[in-house]
Nanobody, 122 residues
């Protein structure tokens, strides 16, 4: 059974930083692409960033480019999202997801974590 567990969310002031973690079991990030998404109540889920299975290709939404950074620890099978210079508009529940097919740079994400709340106060 594939599971993803996010952690690291919390309350931070604007301009501050948080590091989110996404730990996987049952499937390895070194073989499967993954992504971070966020959603607020009543709004559509939006992609924040993506990481290819090789770790060589990354995508960042324009809204977070230059402020958010992906990294991966293959030994721990964990992906991190370092979020710096946080803004109130970054407030959302953040979810990680993993692709259903291995060795694809991007793909359909079929397993999702439960999410972690990030709140940025002004």
């Amino acid at each position: 059974q594939v599971q993803l567990v996010e952690s690291g969310g919390g309350l931070v002031q604007a301009g501050g930083s948080l590091r989110l973690s996404c730990a996987a079991s049952g499937r390895t990030f070194s073989s499967y692409a993954m992504g971070w998404f966020r959603q607020n109540p009543g709004k559509e889920r939006e992609v924040v960033c993506r990481l290819s299975w090789s770790g060589e290709i990354t995508y960042y939404a324009d809204s977070v480019k230059g402020r958010f950074t992906l990294s991966r620890d293959s030994a721990k099978n964990t992906v991190y999202l370092q979020m710096d210079s946080l803004k109130p508009e970054d407030t959302a529940v953040y979810y990680c997801a993993i692709a259903s097919v291995p060795f694809r740079d991007y793909g359909h994400y079929d397993v999702w974590g439960r999410g972690t709340q990030v709140t940025v106060s002004s």
